[in-house]
């Protein structure tokens, strides 16, 4: 059985998109494979829930990004991307940038795939509300979460911003001048420009 890890991503998942950068700043080598999920049989045997991304390591699934974030931070030699002295803030704040990211992506399925006679207003202002109100939470802590140093509630936290301006607006930036110059300037990292969000397949 080979020993490759195998990252099976989407071309535009924010949460794949995580993994792969935490896979970049730790140095581990990894095939990624970015698949259309919607055509994808093979991957149900490994995750039921036919989600990016998977990881397959010496044929065994590790399923859901933040268990691959966590087993790719425990398989590297390098610090650990989780702050000991904060750990459960960090761990919250992961939660709260999933929400973003669900709901994002929720919003963008019911605005895109459904037809707009179907579509329900109501579910869309639910989401946007939630990841406003989420990224202004986000705002007020910033003091607490940025340092010169990267940790794992930065990286999802500069997953899920840039696919909320990806996918829905940028102007959350007007209300959260601290963060919109915090992402800018992330940003420039390789690990962000080289995960930039591509085209996505067609929702089937
Ligand atoms: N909780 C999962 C969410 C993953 C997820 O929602 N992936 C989306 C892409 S962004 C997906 O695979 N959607 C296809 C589907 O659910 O059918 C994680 O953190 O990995």
């Known amino acids: 059985m080979s020993s490759e890890l195998i990252l099976y991503n989407g071309p535009t998942s924010p949460f794949g998109r995580k993994c792969k950068v935490v896979a970049l700043i730790l140095n581990i080598e990894h095939k990624e494979d970015k698949?259309?999920?919607?055509?994808?049989?093979?991957?149900?045997?490994?995750?039921?829930?036919?989600?990016?991304?998977?990881?397959?390591?010496?044929?065994?699934?590790?399923?859901?990004?933040d268990n691959i974030c966590l087993y790719l931070d425990n398989?590297?030699?390098?610090?650990?991307?989780?702050?000991?002295?904060?750990?459960?803030?960090?761990?919250?704040?992961?939660?709260?940038t999933n929400g973003i990211m669900e709901n994002a992506v929720n919003r963008y399925i019911e605005m895109s795939a459904i037809s707009e006679v179907e579509q329900r207003k109501k579910a869309i202002e639910r989401y946007e509300k939630k990841i406003l109100r989420s990224i202004n939470w986000i705002e007020n802590k910033f003091e607490e979460i940025f340092s010169n140093e990267i940790t794992m509630d930065q990286i999802a936290i500069a997953c899920a911003l840039d696919y909320t301006s990806f996918r829905y607006t940028s102007d959350w930036g007007i209300e959260n001048p601290k963060l919109k110059a915090w992402l800018e300037n992330i940003s420039k990292n390789d690990f962000m420009k080289s995960t930039k969000p591509g085209v996505s397949f067609k929702y089937e």
């Open 35 to 65: 698949i259309n999920i919607y055509k994808s049989r093979f991957l149900d045997e490994f995750n039921p829930l036919r989600q990016v991304p998977t990881l397959i390591v010496e044929g065994k699934a590790i399923t859901d990004s």
């Open 75 to 96: 398989l590297s030699n390098e610090k650990s991307l989780y702050p000991k002295d904060r750990y459960w803030d960090c761990m919250t704040m992961i939660s709260v």
